[in-house]
């Protein structure tokens, strides 16, 4: 069975901190794709990144930075000094390649105060 | 380019009513998704659009939910007759057509219904 795990429900942090939002996966598929996706207020769902399971290179753009460990089955997400207006829930999502549904998590509220 | 785009984005309706609730994917994109977040739980999947048949509507709770995707274009997902715990929020989300793998999934904003 696949499944999604995000333990933290709700952040809260003052502006320029970083923050990591963690995502721990279970699949016993070996070719498999994990997902972050964030959800502002406005409420639209936006993809931000993609990696497949054979690819365990750390990634970064600009602020946003992906750490993915398969020993630990995790796809942490950390924003490096946060902004206000990365307030929003952000879903880690995992798909395999014998089905095209992507299994979400929970999602994490993140608030950044000024 | 045009995103996902979903109407309406709310809809308030009495138990026991029909709502249907309407997706445009983005252009050229033949995998065609809807999912739905209810309060405070995880998104979860209904079902799966390849062009305009079913591959997987294993998600789906109930009869009272239909898809149809004439054409293989827009995609409506009706709801008939209605009850409390349909509420929440319906995405609808479309991907290109790839041979294994996983192509990203692009999510419009979300019809929020609310069954009273």
């Known amino acids: 069975a696949q499944k999604v795990t995000q333990a933290q429900t709700e952040i809260s942090v003052v502006e320029k901190e970083d923050v990591t939002l963690d995502c721990v996966y279970e699949t016993r598929d070996t070719t498999y794709y994990l997902f972050w996706y964030k959800q502002p207020p406005s409420g639209e769902l936006v993809f931000l990144i993609r990696?497949?399971?054979?690819?365990?290179q750390n990634e970064i753009s600009g602020r946003y930075s992906w750490n993915f460990q398969k020993s630990t089955s995790s796809f942490n997400f950390t924003i490096t000094a946060s902004q206000v207006v990365d307030s929003a829930v952000y879903f880690c999502a995992l798909n395999t390649y014998n089905t095209d549904k992507l299994i979400f998590g929970t999602g994490t509220r993140l608030q950044v105060f000024p | 380019e045009a995103g996902v785009t979903q109407f309406p984005s709310h809809s308030v309706i009495e138990k026991g009513q029909t709502v249907t609730l309407r997706c445009d994917p983005i252009?050229?994109?033949?995998?065609l998704y809807w999912y739905r977040r209810v309060m405070g739980k995880e998104i979860k999947f209904l079902l799966h659009?390849?062009?305009?048949?079913?591959?997987?509507e294993s998600g789906m709770p109930n009869n009272r939910f239909l898809a149809e995707r004439t054409g293989g274009t827009y995609s409506t997902l009706k709801v008939q007759p209605a009850e409390l715990e349909d509420s929440g929020v319906y995405f609808c989300?479309?991907?290109?057509?790839?041979?294994?793998?996983?192509?990203?999934?692009?999510f419009g904003p979300g019809t929020r219904l609310t069954v009273l």
């Open positions: 659009f390849v062009k305009e048949s079913k591959q997987d």
């Open positions: 990696r497949n399971s054979f690819d365990e």
């Open positions: 252009s050229g994109h033949d995998n």
């Open positions: 989300a479309s991907s290109h057509l790839t041979s294994g793998g996983a192509d990203t999934q692009y």
